[in-house]
């Protein structure tokens, strides 16, 4: 597992199978890639001037959307993460 400084968040990236609407399943060149994911991990927060840190808004197991530019894909073993700035965080979904 990762461990996110500062405002990064990390997103822990599941294969998803993609199908149009007569059932055709679409190789990985032709999916469209998803801006929506569970939090994984979350850093501890920005470092403010006053070397207290901003309290993130986001969450472990919270389902986000975020910027479909935002962020960094990495392999870790089998494993595949994004990580991303909190600022790149668009919307919790509830």
Do not use: W
Request: negative net charge; proline residues 3%.
């Amino acid at each position: 597992m990762l461990r996110p400084l500062g405002n990064n968040v990390i997103l822990e990236l599941k294969e998803q199978e993609q199908k149009t609407a007569s059932g055709i399943i679409l190789t990985e060149s032709a999916k469209e890639k998803s801006n929506e994911g569970i939090v994984a991990a979350v850093g501890p927060g920005r470092l403010l001037e006053n070397g207290a840190r901003a309290e993130m808004q986001v969450k472990a197991g919270d389902k986000i959307i975020y910027s479909p530019f935002g962020g960094s894909e990495v392999k870790v073993g089998e494993a595949k993460y994004l990580v991303l700035s909190e600022d790149d965080v668009l919307a919790i979904v509830e």
